[in-house]
């Protein structure tokens, strides 16, 4: 599976974007891009994935360059409840594996 | 609410006792992980199961077991523990084996002293 690299940490101001970056320059045709988030000590929750196109949800959006080697997380006005560790996986989709977790990218949200 | 309940919330034991970690997955999902949360490990992946048969196997000790039941929910054994097996132990459940839409459960923090 392709590795990701991600800064360890990174600071916003609660209103501002915060604009999440991971290489995966190693990154297979058929690996998805998963982004998850942990707040302190509660289990790990869904952000979003992608293939190849951007995709947007309720809570972020993903961008993908074009060579799908990098990708960025974008969470459009970020808030104090953002505050978390952001994770960056990038995963095939097939049975009998699963998301194998890395250090992740702390995010701190100040006011 | 991710719908992924685990029990107990908390749970105190001592060395080389043998406990039991339970875990309902969200209503219709078929596969189960199971994850360990340490400091110094991060979240490390134990073993996954769907709809009752074992499917995915990582760094799971030969001292922890787990089964998932025909009602789905799903039990980790951990014994002879130690007290490096104090952590965060958490579940996750999806509707399909190779889904990563994961939802997780609170976890359940063991304390081995």
């Known amino acids: 599976d392709a590795k990701t690299t991600q800064p360890t940490s990174m600071d916003c101001a609660e209103g501002r974007a915060a604009n999440l970056p991971c290489n995966h320059s190693t990154i297979s045709g058929n690996e998805y891009v998963y982004w998850y988030r942990q707040i302190h000590s509660q289990g790990p929750q869904y952000i979003i994935h992608?293939?190849?196109n951007n995709e947007t949800n309720e809570m972020a959006s993903l961008i993908i360059t074009e060579d799908r080697k990098s990708s960025t997380l974008i969470l459009p006005h970020a808030t104090l409840r953002d505050t978390a560790v952001y994770y960056c996986i990038v995963r095939v989709h097939q049975a009998g594996t699963a998301l194998i977790f890395g250090k992740g990218t702390t995010l701190s949200v100040s006011s | 609410d991710s719908g992924v309940t685990q029990t107990p919330k908390h749970l105190i034991t001592a060395t080389g006792q043998r406990v039991t970690l339970r875990c309902s997955p969200r209503?219709?999902?078929?596969?189960v992980y199971w994850y360990q949360q340490s400091l110094d490990q991060g979240l490390q992946f134990l073993i996954q199961?769907?709809?009752?048969?074992?499917?995915a196997k990582g760094n799971i000790l030969e001292r922890f077991s787990a089964q998932q039941f025909p009602d789905l929910h799903s039990e980790l054994n951990l014994s002879s523990l130690e007290l490096g097996d104090s952590a965060l132990y958490f579940c996750?459940?999806?509707?399909?084996?190779?889904?990563?839409?994961?939802?997780f459960g609170n976890g359940t923090r063991l304390t081995v002293t």
């Open positions: 992608g293939l190849k």
């Open positions: 199961y769907y709809n009752g048969e074992e499917r």
């Open positions: 996750a459940s999806s509707p399909r084996a190779g889904s990563f839409t994961l939802h």
């Open positions: 209503s219709g999902d078929l596969s």
